[in-house]
T-cell receptor, first 112, second 113 residues
């Protein structure tokens, strides 16, 4: 069974804190993605990675960075959290040249 | 640029009613089209997909047909159940690699007994 796991389901942080969101997949997928989900806006792509140490900006990368040191793990970093980064964060992965993305359960982040 | 437009929710239906959730898209080239479903408290799951014009995707009683002439991919189910209550997202895959998906805003469906 395919599995994408995220390190936390709920997270509360203070403005200015550095925040790490971790995602792990066990399917040996090349591609990994970070989205944020906001009501009325659907999912918006923050960053994606198509290989270890490779990354590409998505549609809303400002205020975020990512790290992919191992194939199975993709981290999203908020260098200095702000209240407008309060959101649901979803990680996904897919095999190269196949289009189905498999999603993790999401991390609901509240920045106070 | 590429985009997906879904009907606004919430959609509220009684059990066994017929469901249609409209989805239209704008894309260059020939995208693949998807419906994903998000049950309460969970991540998204692929419900069905279609990769070329006139293809019909189907799963769990849901169907959607890729209509190139109307740039649409409407989701239908003949008889909904309470367990179908969820948020449904229409999406397209951008051609050119890396499987980037563009999502609609999502439509919340509530089914009452």
């Amino acid at each position: 069974d395919v599995k994408v796991t995220q390190s936390s389901r709920y997270l509360v942080k203070r403005t200015g804190e550095k925040v790490f969101l971790e995602c792990v997949q066990d399917m040996d997928h090349e591609n990994m993605f970070w989205y944020r989900q906001d009501p009325g806006l659907g999912l918006r792509l923050i960053y994606f990675s198509y290989d270890v140490k490779m990354k590409e900006k998505g549609d809303i990368p400002e205020g975020y960075s990512v790290s992919r040191e191992k194939k199975e793990r993709f981290s999203l970093i908020l260098e200095s959290a702000s209240t407008n980064q309060t959101s649901m964060y979803l990680c996904a992965s897919s095999k190269t040249n196949l289009e189905t993305q498999y999603f993790g359960p999401g991390t609901r982040l509240l920045v106070l | 640029g590429d985009s997906v437009t879904q009907m606004e929710g919430p959609v509220t239906l009684s059990e066994e009613a017929f469901l249609t959730i409209n989805c239209t898209y704008t894309a260059t080239g020939y995208p693949s089209l998807f419906w994903y479903v998000q049950y309460p408290g969970e991540g998204l799951q692929l419900l069905l997909k279609a990769t070329k014009a006139d293809d019909k995707g189907s799963n769990k009683g849901f169907e959607a047909t890729y209509r190139k002439e109307t740039t649409s991919f409407h989701l239908e189910k003949g008889s909904v159940q309470v367990s179908d209550s969820a948020v449904y997202f229409c999406a397209l895959a951008v051609s050119g690699g890396y499987n980037k998906l563009i999502f609609g805003a999502g439509t919340r469906l509530a089914v009452h007994p």
